[in-house]
């Protein structure tokens, strides 16, 4: 695979997915109940 | 009905970054308003934030009296609107409305997000300078309830310097990238061939493109001199963006010898047909959050040729782009040799 065939797998930096990962940020933020259709992500608690 | 207050420097980051996020929560129904400076040079600001607030404040965290000056209607603003949320960015704008907001955080509830677009330390950086803009970040850690980093180095140091409370640091993808705007079938053929014969650039002629402010970080002398030493003599090079090293910059290309293949194409509002056009994208800087031209070339299946450093290395590592060392010409050289060898 060369280096557009890589590119092109990378979907999770589309703007849709980063601003789902806001809607779960905002409603974490306020205490909300959030049921938005995103694969889990929780704070960072461990070394990457 | 839900309030949000974006904090910016200057407004050419609302118009750069944060519009989509003013339309998104906006169709909610939620207020969302901005506070920065400069509305005049984007006043588009104002249309798509319910108030655009105005500050007057400097751009650099080592020069903040001007900014303290911003205080007193910071605190005013906030407290009369009722924001549920402030999400700021950007250094400046970041250390002083947290510093501002600390008190009111708790009796008001706000809850206070920072979204920092690549720390200013780094392991490339000056021991005193690291040293300021580290205890900057610890200092403001204490008045933030969630911190946002945008690639694996700063989510590290943001974990091993423990700039917020454990649990409050996040590691998202950037602030992402349209793909169905920057998506290479909706550059019409035509339009890509018009960018190249707008700076003369025969259609067989490998083309590399710079996206970036003029200013040091981006190290564009390093991208010219690597130019310069091509063998292949109708190769050419075009730079968009503006900033303070633009007319140095020309010289430089002059004095190298290749000024007539060099196009300074100042600001584009749009650079989707000139990435189209090109054989590969180019980023030499030193510092980066998570380079975004990169993502729009990558969106453009165009290929990218970026520094090893953070906020690039995420994208490009695993193969989807060629890593040179930051400040390496040879490297460069080599790699942009690599892109013209392999056009396809």
Not at chain 2, 186 to 199: C, F, N, S, T, Y
Not at chain 2, 252 to 275: K, M, P, S, T, W
Request: glycine residues 6%; hydrophobic residues 45%; proline residues 6%.
């Amino acid at each position: 695979m060369g280096i557009v065939g890589r590119q092109q797998v990378m979907t999770t930096y589309r703007q849709e997915y980063v601003l789902a990962l806001h809607d779960h940020l905002y409603a974490t933020a306020l205490g909300e109940p959030h049921s938005f259709d995103i694969p889990p992500i929780e704070p960072v608690t461990a070394m990457p | 009905m839900t309030r949000v207050l974006m904090v910016s420097t200057i407004s050419r980051f609302l118009r750069d970054f944060l519009f989509p996020y003013a339309d998104h929560y906006r169709a909610r129904g939620w207020q969302v308003d901005a506070l920065t400076s400069r509305v005049d040079e984007f006043p588009e600001c104002r249309r798509f934030f319910q108030n655009v607030w105005e500050v007057s404040w400097s751009r650099s965290p080592l020069t903040l009296r001007k900014s303290w000056q911003s205080a007193k209607r910071i605190r005013e603003i906030v407290d009369r609107e009722q924001y549920d949320i402030v999400h700021v960015h950007t250094p400046v704008a970041a250390f002083v409305t947290r510093f501002v907001l600390r008190g009111l955080r708790k009796t008001r509830n706000i809850k206070v997000i920072y979204t920092a677009h690549g720390f200013h330390f780094s392991s490339l950086g000056s021991r005193l300078r690291n040293s300021i803009f580290l205890t900057l970040e610890k200092v403001a850690g204490r008045w933030t309830d969630h911190l946002v980093v945008i690639n694996a180095d700063d989510a590290h140091a943001a974990l091993e310097h423990q700039l917020t409370p454990e649990g409050k640091v996040w590691h998202f993808p950037g602030i992402g990238v349209n793909v169905d705007y920057y998506n290479p079938r909706a550059i019409p053929d035509h339009i890509v061939e018009l960018v190249r014969q707008g700076m003369d650039v025969p259609p067989s002629a490998p083309l590399f493109s710079v996206v970036a402010e003029f200013i040091p970080r981006k190290r564009h002398y390093d991208i010219l001199k690597a130019f310069s030493m091509l063998q292949y003599s109708q190769v050419h090079l075009a730079l968009a963006g503006y900033g303070p090293l633009m007319p140095a910059l020309k010289a430089y290309a002059l004095e190298l010898g290749v000024a007539d293949r060099v196009h300074f194409l100042g600001f584009q509002n749009d650079v989707r047909a000139l990435i189209r056009a090109s054989d590969a994208l180019i980023l030499a800087s030193n510092q980066e959050g998570l380079a975004r031209c990169i993502m729009e070339s990558m969106a453009l299946e165009v290929p990218v040729i970026g520094t090893d450093i953070r906020g690039i290395r995420d994208l490009l590592e695993d193969g989807a782009g060629v890593l040179v060392p930051p400040g390496n010409t040879q490297s460069l050289l080599q790699a942009m040799n690599w892109i013209i060898d392999n056009p396809d």
